[in-house]
């Protein structure tokens, strides 16, 4: 799961720059599917628009 706030359907997660298949629980939560993050991994919170366009992109998270 990641934590955070202001999710929308249109939230989604990559790690490593790699796109994950990413569920919207809640405005403050997000569930990833099959992913086990590894110490190191890069985490960024991507908003797209309905036909998958990317808005925008949180900053960067190194998850230790």
Do not use: D, H, W
């Not at 939560?29 to 309905?50: A, D, F, G």
């Amino acid at each position: 799961y990641i934590e955070g706030t202001n999710f929308t359907n249109f939230s989604s997660v990559a790690v490593n720059k790699e796109n994950i298949k990413t569920t919207y629980v809640n405005p403050n939560l997000l569930m990833l599917e099959n992913t086990t993050l590894e110490p190191s991994s890069s985490v960024v919170i991507n908003q797209r628009t309905k036909g998958g366009t990317k808005l925008s992109s949180s900053l960067e998270y190194i998850y230790n």
